[in-house]
């Protein structure tokens, strides 16, 4: 894999700031923050969270801008670079970055799809709406089936607004670093701008208090249990889009004289400042559904699509006023907390790579890479894509960030040495960090990544069939290692294929 001739660069250091935290602002900072919080001891979760992001996120992010940058080559080309026999080492988040995004599109979709319901409130209005918001989702726009195997037909509405995603981000992203990180400073600022009005919203809403208080409301008890180390570190990594080959990529495009060490502390904390802000919009908004329903907080659904896509659509059904405003700027909030995701994932995880190791044109391969991703997508907008999506989502966006991110940081703190991109990010950083961050890349990060694969993931999925899922005679845990082992193999033959590969323009 050669090295390409000229490598692209963001315009400015702002847009790669910007165009790094919408990589890492997602989805997840809505939906599943909060819940954390909530479930975890509250307040007294943060502690873990805030020890999590300190000694497992900074220097994560830290080792994927830095090796970007000394190498100026994607994931795969700067694991080669390290040694011949680590390529496959950089394929395979790759390959877990496009199946992330082929289903991250589609909730993309769903987003856009409840945008236009909410202009007619479509799931209904007060009562009614409180009680069809379950239906609306599952059946109407979801048309669920019964299991995986019966996926039934496409659900066209939602096919549309793929087709609709997927030629946007092509538009982005054919262009590169330099319209990418244009791009981000609008798709940053206006989700922010967005959950302000949300924040104030729910904050103007009977109950909003008391949905607060069960937010924040410290429970020190539960600082002892494994659990709660589990849930802070898995949101960790899950949330700062590591571990996703992408970050590697943009810091290649970083120029050499470029700060890394400010920059991942400003990515890290901007994105958990964004995630603990939106805590305060949702549980504003879950204290109003008890109120109005009369319910406790168990029986509202605060994390992942309950959240999203049934418990909020409940809160705007029984609002007093503005249902269909706060609605439309609700699920555009999703939207472009999305896009960003979308559009790294894509360029920084998948495109960039294909560059780099096959010459290819850039628009060619964005044009590959968008068409490929946009049809493998539409088995998520089947009858039963809901439950691919889950099984995905536990391989990929679980086990196969967490299990390259540990081996990653091994190889580099072991292989590479530590202390060598140390030294190198060191170099022209106004943060210096010491030799407490060799034993951070080469032990911590490491050790803090299989505990969560294996506390949280192994011992459940082992123990028990995921979910409950059969297809045929594979179980939905069958399904996950199957997807992990086929990704492993493919990145391996790709290693084995010799190219010329100059990323070409």
């Known amino acids: 894999m050669a090295k390409a001739a000229v490598r692209e660069r963001w315009s400015n250091r702002p847009l790669f700031i910007f165009a790094a935290i919408g990589s890492a602002i997602g989805l997840g900072n809505v939906w599943r923050f909060p819940y954390l919080t909530y479930e975890y001891g509250g307040g007294a979760f943060l502690i873990p969270w805030i020890i999590g992001l300190i000694v497992l996120g900074v220097p994560w992010m830290v080792m ?109 992203m054919f262009k590169g670093a330099s319209v990418i990180g244009k791009v981000a400073v609008w798709t940053v600022t206006i989700p922010w701008a967005l959950l302000v009005v949300l924040l104030i919203r729910g904050l103007t809403l009977p109950g909003a208090v008391q949905g607060l208080n069960y937010y924040l ?64 919009a949702v549980f504003s908004t879950v204290g109003f559904i008890m109120q109005a329903l009369s319910i406790p907080v168990g029986e509202v659904s605060a994390s992942g699509l309950g959240l999203a896509f049934v418990s909020y659509p409940v809160a705007i059904s029984m609002m007093p006023a503005a249902n269909a405003l706060i609605g439309v700027l609700f699920f555009l909030c999703l939207f472009f907390l999305g896009i960003d995701s979308a559009f790294f994932l894509s360029y920084g995880g998948v495109i960039s790579p294909i560059m780099d190791k096959f010459g290819m044109s850039r628009v060619k391969a964005t044009a590959w890479v968008c068409v490929v991703a946009f049809l493998v997508g539409l088995l998520y907008t089947t009858q039963g894509g809901l439950f691919w999506l889950d099984m995905m989502d536990r391989a990929v966006s679980f086990y196969g960030l967490l299990i390259t991110g540990a081996l990653a940081c091994l190889v580099v703190g072991w292989v590479f040495g530590a202390a060598k991109l140390r030294e190198h990010v060191n170099e022209t950083s106004d943060i210096k960090v010491g030799a ?9 990060v490491p ?54 590969g100059v990323s070409g323009e």
């Open 447 to 500: 050790v803090g990544l299989l505990f969560v694969v294996i506390y949280g993931g192994f011992m459940k999925d082992l123990a028990a069939p995921y979910e409950g899922y059969q297809v045929g005679a594979l179980s939905g845990s069958h399904i996950i290692w199957l997807v992990l082992g086929v990704t492993l193999v493919l990145s391996f033959v790709l290693q084995a294929i010799k190219t010329k």
């Open 217 to 280: 409301t410290p429970d020190p008890t539960k600082l002892g249990s494994p659990d709660v180390w589990f849930a802070a570190l898995s949101q960790i990594a899950f949330t700062l889009s590591l571990g996703m080959a992408g970050m590697f990529a943009y810091g290649s495009f970083v120029a050499k004289k470029a700060d890394i060490t400010n920059s991942a502390f400003i990515t890290s904390f901007s994105n958990c400042a964004t995630s603990f802000f939106a805590g305060f």
């Open 64 to 172: 994927e801008f830095g090796m970007g940058r000394y190498f100026q080559k994607s994931a795969p080309g700067l694991f080669e670079g390290i040694g011949k026999k680590w390529e496959w080492l950089g394929w395979w988040p790759v390959f877990v970055a496009f199946i992330i995004v082929t289903y991250y599109s589609v909730v993309m979709a769903w987003a856009l799809r409840y945008m236009f319901s909410s202009f007619t409130m479509a799931w209904g209005v007060g009562q009614a709406g409180a009680e069809g918001a379950g239906g609306f989702f599952f059946g109407e726009v979801l048309n669920l089936s019964g299991g995986p195997t019966e996926l039934g037909g496409l659900q066209w509405a939602l096919v549309g607004f793929l087709v609709f995603i997927w030629v946007l981000l092509f538009l982005i």
């Open 436 to 444: 407490w961050f060799d034993w951070l890349i080469k032990l911590i």
